[in-house]
């Protein structure tokens, strides 16, 4: 089985501040990684993806995230946070027994202060 | 180029009742997978159809059930409502089955069962 733990529940940061959202996975073969972001009342938006090539994965809006086989993790980042982030994000492992099923964390709610 | 399209946005339906969900996938895109997101958590795979078959089913009862259509539309229907059905339901559409295909969400489908 496969699963993914993401650390915080709940991460608050200022403006203009790095951002880090932290996630560990489980899996007994080489994972595919996703981080998710929700915004209230929308859908689910993909922010990046890992699919075993480079280590060090750049998504939209400034984030990227960087997959450690060596510590299962694969942490989500961006240099300077903006209010527009605020949202729920979601650490996603994908691919068991045939097929794309997408195994989400539980979330954790980015709160950006001025 | 119109994305992932769900109906209705909200529904209210009382315990023992049946509910059908819909689902437009994104243009050119033929595998369809349901969510399921109760409040305050990470969405949980209901089931995934390709090929107008479900090919993966998640840890749902049988009160799930789907279909796709020739045209990779699909439906959601669940019977016998409990209280705990409650939940925003969601689509996802990809290109293909791999984890390579990255998976687009529609807005989803609030049910309340009361």
């Known amino acids: 089985a496969q699963s993914v733990t993401q650390l915080d529940s709940h991460v608050s940061v200022s403006e203009g501040t790095p951002v880090l959202l932290r996630c560990n996975y489980s899996s007994s073969y080489s994972p595919s990684l996703f981080w998710y972001v929700q915004h209230p009342n929308k859908g689910l938006q993909l922010l990046l993806k890992y699919t075993s090539a480079a280590t060090l994965v750049k998504g939209i809006n400034g984030f990227e995230a960087e997959f450690k086989k060596s510590e299962t993790s694969f942490h989500l980042t961006k240099p300077s946070a903006h209010m527009s982030d605020a949202a729920e994000y979601f650490c996603?492992?994908?691919?068991?027994?045939?097929?794309?099923?997408?195994?989400f964390g539980t979330g954790t709610q980015l709160k950006v202060e001025l | 180029d119109a994305g992932v399209t769900q109906s209705p946005t909200h529904l209210i339906k009382t315990r023992g009742q049946q509910v059908t969900l819909r689902c437009s996938p994104k243009?050119?895109?033929?595998?369809v997978s349901w969510y399921q997101q109760a409040l305050g958590q990470g969405p949980q795979f209901i089931f995934q159809?390709?090929?107008?078959?479900?090919?993966q089913r998640g840890n749902f009862p049988d009160r799930f059930s789907g279909h796709q259509f020739p045209n990779y539309s699909s439906e959601l229907n669940v019977n016998a409502l409990l209280l705990g059905d409650s939940a925003l339901y969601l689509c996802?559409?990809?290109?293909?089955?791999?984890?390579?295909?990255?998976?687009?969400f529609g807005p989803g489908t609030r049910l309340t069962v009361t």
């Open positions: 996802a559409s990809s290109l293909g089955r791999t984890v390579y295909f990255e998976q687009y």
């Open positions: 996603v492992v994908s691919g068991t027994g045939g097929g794309n099923k997408l195994t």
């Open positions: 243009s050119g895109h033929d595998t």
């Open positions: 159809y390709y090929e107008e078959e479900e090919r």
